[in-house]
């Protein structure tokens, strides 16, 4: 697992390279909850998908994106909020094997 730094701001974006993918995402705060798009190469993956703790974001490999995202909190089983991004809720990295 490898923990994507994330600023407790309501809206951001950032760049990394998780496993030789470009990977863009956006993470942001609505009225109905914590969202994240996902582009690979800037060609989208998912977009809109709602945050839950500890529930995979990509889920379908033929979606191209090898791996997945998932919030964890660390204090407890609550649902991301943007307060808390890179303290008490980590954005993670699970390669394919991962559990």
């Known amino acids: 697992m490898k923990r994507i730094p994330l ?4 809206a951001q974006t950032l760049s990394v390279v998780l496993s030789g993918q470009n990977c863009q995402i956006a993470v942001y705060q609505k009225s109905t909850g914590l969202y994240l798009d996902l ?5 989208p993956i998912v977009t809109t998908v709602l945050c839950h703790d500890r529930v995979r974001l990509v889920r379908s ?3 191209g994106f090898v791996g997945d ?4 909190d660390t ?6 909020q943007h307060q808390h991004l890179g303290s008490r809720f980590v ?3 699970l390669k394919p094997l991962e559990p």
Not at 7 to 10: G, L, Q
């Open 61 to 63: 490999a033929y979606l």
């Open 39 to 43: 582009e690979l190469d800037n060609a």
């Open 7 to 10: 600023r407790p701001v309501p």
């Open 75 to 80: 204090q407890g089983h609550v649902d991301p």
């Open 69 to 72: 995202l998932a919030f964890v």
């Open 91 to 93: 954005l993670a990295y």
